[in-house]
């Protein structure tokens, strides 16, 4: 994360696959999420990763361990695939689908 944020400062998105179904994620632009996207909120601080679900009915994105103060509503991003090609047409031509099982 931190190369990332080198390199684009916070102008970048995080790609949560939700299911092996084909266009089901949430697109995350970090700008908006760095906020729980932390070191502290780190589920493995060895390995460097978070964990979390997202609860079905309400679309929040709940971080581990504790889940206090680290839930975030991520509704408005279900399949903003737009967000990782901002300036490609839309609908997007079939060429510039994401295919999350590649």
């Not at 760095?34 to 601080?45: E, M, P, R």
């Amino acid at each position: 994360m931190d190369k990332y944020i080198r390199k684009f400062g916070d102008d970048f998105c995080l790609v949560l696959n939700r299911s092996k179904v084909r266009n089901d994620a949430y697109i995350l632009p970090f700008k908006e999420f760095k906020d729980i996207f932390t070191v502290a909120n780190l589920s493995d601080k060895k390995s460097r990763i978070w964990a979390g679900h997202i609860i079905p009915n309400s679309e929040e994105l709940r971080l581990t361990p504790t889940y206090q103060g680290h839930e975030k509503f991520v509704g408005n991003y279900h399949n903003k695939f737009q967000l990782l090609l901002p300036n490609a047409p839309q609908p997007l031509p079939k060429e510039l689908t994401i295919d999350p099982l590649i």
